[in-house]
């Protein structure tokens, strides 16, 4: 067996072992299929929801926005998060009504790394009315990154500068802190409301820890085994993934039902899916999705080339994703 089709197999399996979807591997392997694992069909087909950021959606009004997405094939939206969450979320909930689309998550920075403990609280409870909004908005949760940036940090009470070599040694405490404390502490909440905490793994030189999708499924698992139930999640992102991961089936198979949302973005600028041609190839990630029975939603994080047409290019994007969601 190849190297790839190791790994692949192994990230398969990781559905049993990761997410406890015992189902989704039958006992043993056949000799015949390469040593891949035999895999039975999700209680539920996956579905294809394509998704927009708020400020990427043509229109100025509410309603404008959620009126484009109905006639252009968009099944969700994902909101901002912060005081545009708290403001707009009963409008959004009242304009939403009546309408064959449903809320993703909300995303927003956020940063639970800080080498002070009253900041590290101090961004819990931002976010727990946030949650609060979330569940009544029937969401599968709040995207949040755990630790962001790489550089030196200051303690503003004492103006001690800690050097980022010193901090790399201090992540493993960081990311213990975010699982037993902060993390814990939102995911109980976001439990509490219907919904959930969703981690975002990052790209190297943005994060120091939570790059894989696998990771943060993990991480998610040891959440939630604290708190006996889903209040943590995760999410992949197509062009995060490029990068960190070696390829796109395996992480999405292998997070299972704890993958609750999905970045897309073409795979060279970071823009709209279709810009950077044959390069922008999803194919091998929406059979990951297939297997799993995903249900949440796609969602375009992404730029516009200079001088385009947003509304042609967002039109080519669903018929190409589209395509290749039939091939996969």
Same mark, same amino acid.
């Given at each position: 067996?190849?190297?790839?089709? +190791? =790994?692949?197999?192994?990230? $398969?399996? @990781?559905?049993?072992?990761?997410? !406890?979807?015992?189902?989704?591997? *039958?006992? #043993?392997?056949?000799?015949?299929?390469?040593?891949?694992?035999?895999?039975?069909?999700?209680?539920?087909?996956?579905?294809?929801?394509?998704?927009?950021?708020?400020?990427?959606?043509?229109?100025?009004?509410?309603?404008?926005?959620?009126?484009?997405?109905?006639?252009?094939?968009?099944?969700?939206?994902?909101?901002?998060?912060?005081?545009?969450?708290?403001?707009?979320?009963?409008?959004?909930?009242?304009?939403?009504?009546?309408?064959?689309?449903?809320?993703?998550?909300?995303?927003?920075?956020?940063?639970?790394?800080?080498?002070?403990?009253?900041?590290?609280?101090?961004?819990?409870?931002? +976010? =727990?009315?946030?949650?609060? $909004?979330? @569940?009544?908005?029937?969401?599968? !949760?709040?995207?949040?990154?755990? *630790?962001? #940036?790489?550089?030196?940090?200051?303690?503003?009470?004492?103006?001690?500068?800690?050097?980022?070599?010193?901090?790399?040694?201090?992540?493993?405490?960081?990311?213990?802190?975010?699982?037993?404390?902060?993390?814990?502490?939102?995911?109980?909440?976001?439990?509490?409301?219907?919904?959930?905490?969703?981690?975002?793994?990052?790209?190297?030189?943005?994060?120091?820890?939570?790059?894989?999708?696998?990771?943060?499924?993990?991480?998610?698992?040891?959440?939630?085994?604290?708190?006996?139930?889903?209040?943590?999640?995760?999410?992949?992102?197509?062009?995060?993934?490029?990068?960190?991961?070696?390829? +796109?089936?395996?992480?999405?198979?292998?997070? @299972?039902?704890?993958?609750?949302?999905?970045?897309?973005?073409?795979?060279?600028?970071?823009?709209?899916?279709?810009?950077?041609?044959?390069?922008?190839?999803?194919?091998?990630?929406?059979?990951?999705?297939?297997?799993?029975?995903?249900?949440?939603?796609?969602?375009?994080?992404?730029?516009?080339?200079?001088?385009?047409?947003?509304?042609?290019?967002?039109?080519?994007?669903?018929?190409?994703?589209?395509?290749?969601?039939?091939?996969?």
């Amino acid at each position: 067996m190849k190297r790839r089709e +190791f =790994l692949t197999a192994s990230a $398969v399996a @990781g559905v049993a072992a990761v997410c !406890g979807t015992q189902r989704a591997v *039958a006992q #043993g392997a056949n000799p015949a299929d390469n040593g891949m694992p035999k895999l039975t069909p999700p209680e539920k087909p996956a579905q294809l929801n394509l998704c927009l950021q708020w400020g990427m959606i043509p229109g100025g009004e509410m309603k404008q926005k959620l009126d484009f997405l109905e006639a252009n094939g968009y099944q969700a939206v994902e909101t901002p998060s912060g005081d545009w969450l708290l403001n707009e979320g009963e409008k959004l909930k009242a304009a939403m009504e009546g309408r064959k689309l449903f809320v993703a998550t909300a995303c927003g920075p956020s940063e639970f790394s800080y080498i002070e403990r009253e900041k590290r609280d101090a961004e819990v409870a931002k +976010f =727990l009315p946030q949650l609060e $909004v979330l @569940g009544m908005l029937k969401s599968p !949760g709040l995207i949040v990154c755990p *630790a962001r #940036g790489m550089g030196d940090r200051k303690i503003e009470a004492t103006g001690e500068v800690i050097k980022a070599e010193t901090l790399w040694m201090n992540m493993r405490d960081l990311r213990r802190d975010f699982v037993e404390n902060t993390g814990k502490r939102l995911a109980e909440h976001a439990l509490k409301h219907g919904t959930s905490i969703v981690l975002e793994p990052l790209r190297r030189g943005e994060t120091p820890f939570l790059r894989q999708v696998l990771d943060g499924a993990v991480m998610a698992r040891d959440i939630n085994n604290q708190i006996g139930g889903t209040g943590a999640t995760v999410m992949g992102d197509f062009w995060h993934m490029e990068q960190e991961e070696y390829e +796109f089936f395996g992480p999405f198979a292998g997070a @299972g039902k704890l993958l609750t949302h999905v970045h897309i973005a073409s795979l060279r600028k970071r823009q709209i899916p279709g810009v950077d041609g044959d390069a922008d190839n999803y194919v091998a990630g929406f059979k990951g999705l297939k297997l799993i029975g995903y249900q949440g939603a796609v969602s375009l994080e992404g730029g516009v080339p200079r001088d385009a047409n947003k509304e042609e290019l967002l039109a080519s994007m669903v018929r190409l994703l589209r395509e290749q969601w039939a091939m996969a």
